[in-house]
Protein backbone atom coordinates (compact mmCIF):
# COMPACT_ATOMS: atom_id res chain seq x y z
CA UNK A 1 0.00 0.00 0.00
CA UNK A 2 1.13 3.35 -1.09
CA UNK A 3 1.66 5.65 1.93
CA UNK A 4 0.29 9.15 1.72
CA UNK A 5 2.61 11.90 0.79
CA UNK A 6 3.35 14.06 3.35
CA UNK A 7 2.93 17.53 1.18
CA UNK A 8 4.70 19.66 4.02
CA UNK A 9 7.64 18.22 3.85
CA UNK A 10 7.82 16.88 0.52
CA UNK A 11 6.53 20.19 -1.56
CA UNK A 12 9.22 21.90 -3.20
CA UNK A 13 8.53 25.47 -3.35
CA UNK A 14 10.75 26.55 -6.07
CA UNK A 15 9.97 23.99 -8.67
CA UNK A 16 6.22 24.54 -7.93
CA UNK A 17 6.83 28.32 -8.63
CA UNK A 18 8.95 27.84 -11.73
CA UNK A 19 5.90 25.89 -13.37
CA UNK A 20 3.97 28.52 -12.42
CA UNK A 21 6.07 31.02 -14.48
CA UNK A 22 5.98 28.36 -17.30
CA UNK A 23 2.29 27.90 -17.29
CA UNK A 24 1.79 31.87 -17.25
CA UNK A 25 2.37 31.76 -20.67
CA UNK A 26 -0.86 31.14 -22.70
CA UNK A 27 -2.02 30.63 -26.56
CA UNK A 28 -3.53 34.32 -26.10
CA UNK A 29 -0.04 35.75 -23.71
CA UNK A 30 2.29 33.99 -25.54
CA UNK A 31 4.67 36.79 -25.09
CA UNK A 32 5.02 38.48 -21.44
CA UNK A 33 6.87 41.15 -19.57
CA UNK A 34 8.65 40.78 -16.47
CA UNK A 35 5.86 42.40 -14.40
CA UNK A 36 3.01 40.65 -16.42
CA UNK A 37 4.85 37.27 -15.46
CA UNK A 38 5.50 38.70 -11.76
CA UNK A 39 1.51 39.36 -11.26
CA UNK A 40 -0.04 36.27 -13.48
CA UNK A 41 2.15 34.33 -11.07
CA UNK A 42 1.83 36.15 -7.83
CA UNK A 43 5.79 36.54 -7.15
CA UNK A 44 7.74 39.79 -6.40
CA UNK A 45 9.51 40.73 -9.53
CA UNK A 46 12.53 39.65 -7.89
CA UNK A 47 11.78 36.07 -8.02
CA UNK A 48 10.04 36.65 -11.34
CA UNK A 49 13.13 37.00 -12.93
CA UNK A 50 15.37 34.99 -11.36
CA UNK A 51 12.83 32.11 -12.52
CA UNK A 52 12.63 33.56 -15.80
CA UNK A 53 16.38 34.30 -16.15
CA UNK A 54 17.22 30.40 -14.99
CA UNK A 55 14.44 29.41 -17.83
CA UNK A 56 16.42 31.60 -20.22
CA UNK A 57 19.86 29.75 -19.28
CA UNK A 58 17.79 26.66 -19.03
CA UNK A 59 16.95 27.05 -22.78
CA UNK A 60 13.41 26.62 -21.85
CA UNK A 61 12.16 30.34 -22.39
CA UNK A 62 14.17 33.24 -24.67
CA UNK A 63 14.20 36.92 -24.38
CA UNK A 64 15.04 40.07 -26.13
CA UNK A 65 15.40 41.87 -22.86
CA UNK A 66 12.23 43.03 -22.31
CA UNK A 67 9.74 40.52 -23.71
CA UNK A 68 9.92 36.99 -22.78
CA UNK A 69 8.47 33.79 -24.27
CA UNK A 70 8.33 30.09 -24.22
CA UNK A 71 11.10 28.10 -26.39
CA UNK A 72 10.52 25.35 -28.59
CA UNK A 73 12.39 23.09 -25.63
CA UNK A 74 9.84 23.44 -23.44
CA UNK A 75 7.98 20.34 -25.78
CA UNK A 76 10.37 18.35 -24.70
CA UNK A 77 8.31 18.47 -21.39
CA UNK A 78 5.13 17.15 -22.89
CA UNK A 79 7.06 14.91 -25.00
CA UNK A 80 8.55 13.39 -22.28
CA UNK A 81 4.55 12.42 -20.63
CA UNK A 82 3.77 11.02 -24.06
CA UNK A 83 6.30 8.87 -24.20
CA UNK A 84 5.46 7.47 -21.12
CA UNK A 85 1.81 6.41 -22.05
CA UNK A 86 -0.11 3.47 -22.77
CA UNK A 87 -1.62 2.51 -25.01
CA UNK A 88 -5.00 2.37 -23.02
CA UNK A 89 -4.26 5.84 -22.00
CA UNK A 90 -3.87 7.35 -25.17
CA UNK A 91 -6.67 5.73 -26.85
CA UNK A 92 -9.09 6.83 -24.02
CA UNK A 93 -9.95 10.14 -25.10
CA UNK A 94 -10.44 9.18 -28.66
CA UNK A 95 -13.10 6.82 -27.90
CA UNK A 96 -14.35 9.00 -25.68
CA UNK A 97 -15.01 11.19 -28.62
CA UNK A 98 -16.06 8.73 -30.88
CA UNK A 99 -18.61 7.17 -28.36
CA UNK A 100 -20.13 11.18 -27.92
CA UNK A 101 -20.32 11.52 -31.88
CA UNK A 102 -22.11 7.80 -32.73
CA UNK A 103 -23.50 6.96 -29.57
CA UNK A 104 -22.34 3.58 -29.35
CA UNK A 105 -19.98 1.44 -27.33
CA UNK A 106 -16.11 1.23 -28.80
CA UNK A 107 -13.29 -0.44 -27.17
CA UNK A 108 -9.78 -1.15 -28.11
CA UNK A 109 -8.09 -4.54 -27.75
CA UNK A 110 -5.13 -6.55 -28.24
CA UNK A 111 -4.50 -10.11 -29.34
CA UNK A 112 -3.39 -12.63 -26.72
CA UNK A 113 -2.86 -16.15 -28.01
CA UNK A 114 -5.97 -16.90 -29.30
CA UNK A 115 -8.03 -14.62 -27.34
CA UNK A 116 -8.44 -10.75 -27.99
CA UNK A 117 -8.29 -8.74 -24.41
CA UNK A 118 -9.23 -5.45 -23.77
CA UNK A 119 -7.32 -2.51 -23.28
CA UNK A 120 -9.45 0.37 -23.04
CA UNK A 121 -13.45 0.86 -23.36
CA UNK A 122 -16.14 3.83 -23.52
CA UNK A 123 -19.51 2.55 -23.45
CA UNK A 124 -22.98 4.03 -23.64
CA UNK A 125 -25.31 0.99 -22.09
CA UNK A 126 -24.92 -2.45 -21.71
CA UNK A 127 -25.60 -4.84 -24.84
CA UNK A 128 -24.00 -7.89 -23.95
CA UNK A 129 -25.06 -10.58 -21.52
CA UNK A 130 -21.33 -10.16 -20.19
CA UNK A 131 -20.06 -7.36 -18.33
CA UNK A 132 -16.81 -6.11 -20.36
CA UNK A 133 -14.46 -4.51 -18.27
CA UNK A 134 -10.83 -4.08 -19.07
CA UNK A 135 -8.84 -7.19 -19.00
CA UNK A 136 -12.09 -9.09 -20.56
CA UNK A 137 -11.14 -11.90 -22.88
CA UNK A 138 -13.37 -13.08 -25.87
CA UNK A 139 -12.25 -16.12 -28.53
CA UNK A 140 -10.76 -14.13 -31.71
CA UNK A 141 -12.12 -15.75 -33.94
CA UNK A 142 -15.66 -14.38 -33.30
CA UNK A 143 -15.26 -11.27 -32.36
CA UNK A 144 -14.58 -8.27 -34.72
CA UNK A 145 -11.26 -7.16 -33.15
CA UNK A 146 -10.19 -10.18 -32.95
CA UNK A 147 -10.18 -11.03 -36.77
CA UNK A 148 -8.82 -7.75 -37.18
CA UNK A 149 -5.73 -8.62 -35.34
CA UNK A 150 -5.92 -12.34 -37.15
CA UNK A 151 -6.18 -10.79 -40.69
CA UNK A 152 -2.77 -8.70 -40.15
CA UNK A 153 -1.07 -11.45 -38.69
CA UNK A 154 2.66 -12.89 -40.13
CA UNK A 155 1.15 -15.94 -42.76
CA UNK A 156 3.33 -18.54 -40.91
CA UNK A 157 1.14 -17.61 -37.38
CA UNK A 158 -2.30 -17.44 -39.29
CA UNK A 159 -1.76 -21.16 -40.20
CA UNK A 160 -0.52 -21.99 -37.17
CA UNK A 161 -3.66 -20.45 -35.43
CA UNK A 162 -6.03 -22.08 -38.24
CA UNK A 163 -4.26 -25.29 -37.87
CA UNK A 164 -4.71 -25.82 -33.80
CA UNK A 165 -7.63 -23.29 -32.89
CA UNK A 166 -10.84 -25.08 -32.09
CA UNK A 167 -13.74 -22.69 -32.99
CA UNK A 168 -16.48 -23.01 -30.65
CA UNK A 169 -19.98 -21.82 -31.85
CA UNK A 170 -21.77 -19.37 -29.85
CA UNK A 171 -24.72 -18.12 -31.98
CA UNK A 172 -26.14 -20.05 -35.19
CA UNK A 173 -24.33 -17.21 -37.38
CA UNK A 174 -20.28 -18.61 -36.07
CA UNK A 175 -17.90 -18.86 -38.23
CA UNK A 176 -16.68 -22.67 -37.40
CA UNK A 177 -14.36 -23.82 -40.38
CA UNK A 178 -10.76 -22.78 -40.64
CA UNK A 179 -11.43 -22.54 -44.23
CA UNK A 180 -13.71 -20.43 -44.09
CA UNK A 181 -12.36 -18.19 -41.38
CA UNK A 182 -9.44 -17.65 -43.76
CA UNK A 183 -11.48 -16.53 -46.50
CA UNK A 184 -13.13 -14.39 -44.21
CA UNK A 185 -9.61 -13.15 -43.12
CA UNK A 186 -8.76 -12.35 -46.47
CA UNK A 187 -11.82 -10.21 -47.47
CA UNK A 188 -10.81 -8.16 -44.07
CA UNK A 189 -7.41 -7.58 -45.25
CA UNK A 190 -8.79 -6.50 -48.35
CA UNK A 191 -11.26 -4.45 -47.52
CA UNK A 192 -9.10 -2.46 -44.25
CA UNK A 193 -11.86 -3.51 -41.50
CA UNK A 194 -13.96 -6.32 -39.84
CA UNK A 195 -17.82 -6.49 -39.66
CA UNK A 196 -18.69 -9.92 -37.13
CA UNK A 197 -22.84 -10.20 -37.43
CA UNK A 198 -24.17 -11.66 -34.18
CA UNK A 199 -21.58 -14.54 -33.58
CA UNK A 200 -20.51 -14.07 -30.17
CA UNK A 201 -23.83 -13.63 -29.08
CA UNK A 202 -27.24 -13.00 -30.64
CA UNK A 203 -27.74 -9.18 -30.94
CA UNK A 204 -24.79 -7.97 -31.03
CA UNK A 205 -23.16 -6.22 -34.04
CA UNK A 206 -19.62 -5.05 -34.27
CA UNK A 207 -17.46 -2.92 -36.67
CA UNK A 208 -13.67 -3.22 -36.05
CA UNK A 209 -10.38 -1.66 -37.65
CA UNK A 210 -6.60 -1.70 -37.43
CA UNK A 211 -4.35 0.36 -35.24
CA UNK A 212 -0.78 0.00 -36.70
CA UNK A 213 2.56 1.11 -35.60
CA UNK A 214 4.91 2.92 -37.19
CA UNK A 215 6.20 -0.33 -38.70
CA UNK A 216 2.93 -0.77 -40.62
CA UNK A 217 2.50 -3.56 -38.24
CA UNK A 218 -1.28 -4.07 -36.93
CA UNK A 219 -1.27 -4.70 -32.88
CA UNK A 220 -3.96 -3.30 -31.66
CA UNK A 221 -8.05 -2.85 -32.91
CA UNK A 222 -10.55 -0.40 -32.48
CA UNK A 223 -14.43 -1.55 -32.71
CA UNK A 224 -17.73 -0.01 -32.06
CA UNK A 225 -20.39 -2.27 -31.00
CA UNK A 226 -23.76 -2.12 -31.16
CA UNK A 227 -27.27 -3.98 -31.12
CA UNK A 228 -28.45 -5.35 -34.48
CA UNK A 229 -31.91 -3.88 -33.31
CA UNK A 230 -30.20 -0.12 -33.70
CA UNK A 231 -27.62 -0.98 -36.42
CA UNK A 232 -27.91 -2.80 -39.94
CA UNK A 233 -24.93 -3.98 -41.68
CA UNK A 234 -25.75 -1.67 -44.14
CA UNK A 235 -25.74 1.78 -41.33
CA UNK A 236 -22.93 0.42 -40.26
CA UNK A 237 -20.73 0.94 -42.71
CA UNK A 238 -22.02 3.72 -43.50
CA UNK A 239 -22.59 5.16 -40.94
CA UNK A 240 -19.74 4.03 -38.34
CA UNK A 241 -17.07 2.90 -40.36
CA UNK A 242 -15.76 6.51 -41.07
CA UNK A 243 -16.04 8.38 -37.90
CA UNK A 244 -13.53 4.66 -36.26
CA UNK A 245 -11.22 4.43 -39.61
CA UNK A 246 -10.48 8.89 -38.29
CA UNK A 247 -10.34 7.26 -34.86
CA UNK A 248 -8.02 4.86 -35.71
CA UNK A 249 -5.96 7.23 -37.52
CA UNK A 250 -5.49 9.23 -34.44
CA UNK A 251 -4.63 7.08 -32.28
CA UNK A 252 -2.12 5.86 -34.70
CA UNK A 253 -0.98 9.51 -34.48
CA UNK A 254 -0.41 9.87 -31.22
CA UNK A 255 1.11 6.71 -30.74
CA UNK A 256 3.82 7.29 -33.44
CA UNK A 257 4.33 10.88 -31.70
CA UNK A 258 4.92 9.19 -28.22
CA UNK A 259 7.84 7.00 -30.09
CA UNK A 260 6.16 3.15 -28.77
CA UNK A 261 4.89 0.02 -30.09
CA UNK A 262 1.22 -0.96 -29.57
CA UNK A 263 1.52 -4.37 -28.07
CA UNK A 264 4.34 -3.38 -25.58
CA UNK A 265 2.22 -0.76 -23.84
CA UNK A 266 -1.04 -2.47 -23.49
CA UNK A 267 -0.72 -4.07 -20.87
CA UNK A 268 0.88 -1.57 -18.64
Known amino acids: MT ?27 PEL ?13 AAAR ?10 YVRTDGRLFALSPRVLDLGYAYLSGLSLPEVAEPHLERLVAEVRESASVAVLDGEDVVYVARVATSR ?30 DLDAYLGRVELHRFTPNTITSPAALGAELEKIRAQGWAMVDQELEEGLRSIAVPVRERSGRVSAAINISSH ?34 NGSLSHR
Open 3 to 29: EPIDRGSEHVQSLARGLSVIKAFSATS
Open 50 to 59: RFLLTLVDLG
Open 127 to 156: IMRVTINIGTRFPAHCTSMGRVLLAWLPPD
Open 228 to 261: ASRTTPESARRDLLPPLLATAARVETDLHAAGVR
Open 33 to 45: TLSEVARATGLTR
